[in-house]
Every structure is written in structure tokens, then in C-alpha cells.
Nanobody, 122 residues
């Protein structure tokens, strides 16, 4: 059974940092792209970043470029999202997802984990 477990959310002041983790199980880690998405209240879900653990390819939404960094640890089958210089507009529930194709469009992903709340206070 494919499982994705997101964790690491919390409350942080603007300008602060958080690191989210997405622990994967039930599939061959290198066969999948892992993406991070977020959804704020009243807004549509948006793609944040993604990575191919196989070759390290990454992609980012324009709104987070230069502030967020995605990485993967094959041994731990975990993908991380390091979020720096956080802004109030980054407040959302963050989800990780697994799919066969790399990209930040949610329709590329077949498997979704539960979300983790990130709240950035001004």
C-alpha cells in the first residue's frame, strides 16, 4: 500500500523557517516523483515544488523560488521541503503527493498524504 506521511508543520513568525518531511512507503522510491502542494482557506490547491529522487530534478512555483528548497533522502525514503523567509501568504495546509511524472500540476499525482498545517504570523 502506497503511503505518504507529511509532517513538520507549525506556527512560525514571518521571516522564520520550517522544514517539512514526507515519508514514503509501499513503493519503489526512485520510481516516483514527489510533489508538495498547499491549500489555503478559500483558495485552490497550488503546486509548490517537486523532485525526482531518481535524478534529483526539481521544480518550484515562482512564488517560492529562492526561499524553498526541496531535497530527498533515498535511504530514508523521505522528501524534505526547507522553507525559509516565510511570509503570511505561505499559510496553508501542505500536502505531499507521489506520481510518475515530475511537475507541480496536481493532476500528475496519484497518491496523496494527509496535510500538515503551516501558519505564518505577521
Amino acid at each position: 500500500e502506497v503511503q505518504l506521511q507529511a509532517s513538520g508543520g507549525g506556527l512560525v513568525q514571518a521571516g522564520g523557517s520550517l522544514r517539512l518531511s514526507c515519508a514514503a512507503s509501499g513503493f519503489i522510491f526512485d520510481d516516483y516523483a514527489i510533489g508538495w502542494f498547499r491549500q489555503a482557506p478559500g483558495k485552490e490547491r497550488e503546486g509548490v515544488s517537486c523532485i525526482s529522487p531518481y535524478d534529483g530534478s526539481t521544480d518550484y512555483a515562482e512564488s517560492v523560488k529562492g526561499r524553498f528548497t526541496i531535497s530527498s533522502d533515498d535511504a530514508k525514503k523521505t522528501v524534505y521541503l526547507q522553507m525559509n523567509s516565510l511570509k503570511p501568504e505561505d499559510t496553508a495546509v501542505y500536502y505531499c503527493a507521489g506520481g510518475f511524472l515530475l511537475g507541480i500540476a496536481s493532476n500528475l499525482y496519484d497518491y496523496w498524504g494527509q496535510g500538515t498545517q503551516v501558519t505564518v504570523s505577521s
